[in-house]
């Protein structure tokens, strides 16, 4: 994953597009009513697309973007 701030509120994140993937899926759960419970393995990936934004964001703003 890779964050740019190209103007004060707008932001160009690149990502994986399992990254992607996982963030649509989750989204799409939400909006149908979140019914049952999420599987490990889907968590485990949305950690991991978390992490990686954390940590790119923190670069970003060590850069000064």
């Known amino acids: 994953m ?3 701030q ?3 509120s707008v932001l160009r994140i690149t990502m994986h ?3 992607c993937a996982t963030l649509i899926a ?3 759960w939400v909006v149908e009513g979140a019914n049952g419970e999420l ?3 889907a968590i485990k990936q949305l950690r991991e697309v ?3 934004y954390d940590a790119e964001y923190e ?3 060590k ?3």
């Open 39 to 41: 599987p490990e393995e």
């Open 59 to 61: 670069q970003s703003v």
């Open 26 to 28: 989750a989204a799409r």
């Open 17 to 19: 597009t399992y990254e």
């Open 6 to 8: 190209i103007k004060r």
């Open 2 to 4: 890779r964050i740019e």
């Open 63 to 65: 850069k000064g973007n």
């Open 50 to 52: 978390l992490q990686n």
